[in-house]
Nanobody
Framework: QVQLVESGGGLVQPGGSLRLSCAASGNIFSMTSMGWYRQAPGKQRELVAAVTSGDSTNYADSVKGRFTCSRDNTKKTIYLQMNSLQPEDTAVYYC???????????????WGQGTQVTVSS
């Protein structure tokens, strides 16, 4: 089994910052993409940022220049530093991992349980 455990969500005022973390564990043989998605009420889940195994990072246009996504492969952990947060950033943030389990022949997608980020005064 592969587990993703997220932390770092909460309530913050507009213009504030939060840092999310997501640690992967289990019988992981290889990881490719790690990233963050978010889902606001009444909206579809959308990509926020993702880091490939080659350390190439993609960001949603709405967060470029404000959010920084990074990964530590030795710790199997991904981070999302969120600065200049705005009310429209309010959502449940989900960690995503595409990985190959030991003994498996295919890569599968794994998701964290989600952490709430609320930006409000």
């Amino acid at each position: 089994q592969v587990q993703l455990v997220e932390s770092g969500g909460g309530l913050v005022q507009p213009g504030g910052s939060l840092r999310l973390s997501c640690a992967a564990s289990g019988n992981i043989f290889s990881m490719t993409s790690m990233g963050w998605y978010r889902q606001a009420p009444g909206k579809q889940r959308e990509l926020v940022a993702a880091v490939t195994s080659g350390d190439s990072t993609n960001y949603a246009d709405s967060v470029k220049g404000r959010f920084t996504c990074s990964r530590d492969n030795t710790k199997k952990t991904i981070y999302l530093q969120m600065n200049s947060l705005q009310p429209e950033d309010t959502a449940v943030y989900y960690c995503h991992l595409r990985a190959l389990r030991s003994g498996s022949y295919r890569y599968d997608d794994y998701w964290g349980q989600g952490t709430q980020v609320t930006v409000s005064s």
